[in-house]
């Protein structure tokens, strides 16, 4: 079955402890992308990569990495989590170089405290 | 600034009704648009993409005025499954911003037998 799956579903989490938060997709699609969903503020994106070993900033990058050395994989990195990271985060992928017509996972819901 | 303007509703309407959402963006040079559906706590899926001439899905219509600079999203004969929040989403789709995506807080629709 062709999805995005992503890794944990829910973690709750101390300021400070660092974490990753994995997404993988099988479909071959050459696009991947993080976003975080908050109350009233609705999704912003994070980072996104348009290819292997290319990685770009979103409109929310602060405190958060990324990596994309194979295809299928696109993790994201909080080193130092902070309480205003609390959120949910939904990766995304796209068969095109390009965010168009992109396939979500189905969340993570974290918590830091 | 970057912004994708919407509604934020909620509609409420009977089973059968038409309804109409707009969604207005503030950059002129954006390339690509879409409809995405999100039920509650859910991941985002794609509707539609938008394209100039305007496309049709069954009920769904999408029209694209460059010009004015909006998107709508025309739903016919609405069911009670069509109840969900539903996103513009606009990419720049050139240059350092081929990857960026800019999110719509969201329109909530609710139908009602």
């Known amino acids: 079955e062709a999805q995005v799956t992503q890794n944990p579903r829910y973690l709750i989490t101390v300021t400070g402890k660092k974490l990753t938060v994995t997404c993988s997709q099988n479909?071959?699609?050459?696009?991947m992308s993080w976003y975080r969903q908050d109350p009233g503020l609705g999704l912003r994106q994070i980072y996104y990569s348009m290819n292997v070993e290319v990685t770009d900033k979103g409109d929310v990058p602060e405190g958060y990495k990324v990596s994309r050395k194979e295809k299928r994989n696109f993790p994201l990195i909080l080193e130092s989590p902070s309480p205003n990271q609390t959120s949910l985060y939904f990766c995304?992928?796209?068969?095109?170089?390009?965010?168009?017509?992109?396939?979500f996972g189905p969340g993570t819901r974290l918590t830091v405290t | 600034r970057k912004e994708v303007e919407q509604d934020p509703g909620p509609f409420n309407v009977p089973e059968g009704a038409t309804v109409a959402f707009n969604c207005t963006y503030s950059?002129?040079?954006?390339?690509?648009f879409f409809w995405y559906r999100q039920d509650c706590r859910k991941e985002p899926k794609l509707l539609m993409s938008?394209?100039?001439s305007g496309n049709e899905d069954g009920r769904f219509t999408a029209q694209l005025n460059r010009a004015s600079q909006y998107i709508s999203l025309l739903i016919r004969d609405s069911k009670l499954s069509d109840s969900a929040t539903y996103l513009c989403v606009v990419n720049l789709g050139y240059g350092g911003s081929q990857g960026n995506l800019i999110f719509g807080k969201g329109t909530k629709l609710s139908v009602k037998p």
């Open positions: 995304a992928s796209s068969l095109n170089r390009g965010p168009l017509e992109q396939y």
């Open positions: 479909m071959n699609h050459e696009y």
């Open positions: 938008v394209y100039s």
């Open positions: 950059n002129s040079a954006s390339q690509s």
